[in-house]
């Protein structure tokens, strides 16, 4: 090429150009093989119910092919910290709307695990969580350059606004994100 560029980009590379992803993305296929191999492990912290149900077919198959799921959300029972995330993060400003997409999400990961019999850990948190991320080979003994952290803040949920990737290559960013989601999963109880 032109610009001295080998086709096609390594993983990192990918990551490295990318702008502004839906965090589905980061499942798609960078190297020719899936993500939902045995090894990969996927944490997703504070995510939305949109993610799960229109991905449900995908965990799925990540689940049965061996893929290690965690999800965190927030407690059906933490109602001062269900008040503040739906007034914050939700145009209805509804509790009872923000209970019942939290009960709906716990309905299909249940079903998941069940169906896939996958390595899928579920957990409530009574913290109203600003961002969602995902979190693809984030640990340390996993962390490759095909690791890669897809957030979103809440607050910026509409088309075009600040969705974006870190990876291990800004191990700045990369780690107080995985460390601050790594916090709130240690204090969260298990389903």
């Known amino acids: 090429m032109e610009d001295g560029s080998s086709w096609p980009l390594d993983p990192a590379q990918v990551l490295e150009r990318a702008t502004t992803p839906d965090i589905p993305r ?18 997703h912290w504070g995510f939305r119910n949109t ?59 249940d079903e998941l695990r069940r169906s896939t019999g996958g390595t899928l850990a579920v957990r409530l948190t009574s913290f109203p969580l600003a961002m969602g991320i995902v979190a693809i080979d984030g640990t340390t003994d996993l962390r490759s350059s095909s690791s890669a952290i897809f957030a979103e803040y809440y607050t910026y949920q509409a088309a075009g606004e600040p969705k974006f990737i870190l990876t291990p290559a800004d191990p700045r960013w990369c780690e107080n ?15």
């Open 26 to 43: 980061g499942f798609r296929s960078r190297t020719g093989t899936e993500h939902g191999r045995s090894e990969r492990v996927a944490h």
């Open 177 to 191: 994100i995985l460390g601050e989601a790594e916090a709130f999963w240690s204090t969260a109880a298990e389903y």
């Open 51 to 109: 993610l799960l149900t229109s991905n449900y077919k995908k965990f799925e198959a990540w689940l049965r092919a061996g893929c290690r799921i965690k999800f965190l959300l927030i407690d059906l029972f933490a109602d001062t910290t269900i008040s503040q995330a739906a007034d914050r993060y939700y145009a209805e400003r509804s509790p009872s709307f923000l209970c019942e997409r939290i009960r709906h999400s716990l309905k299909l990961l």
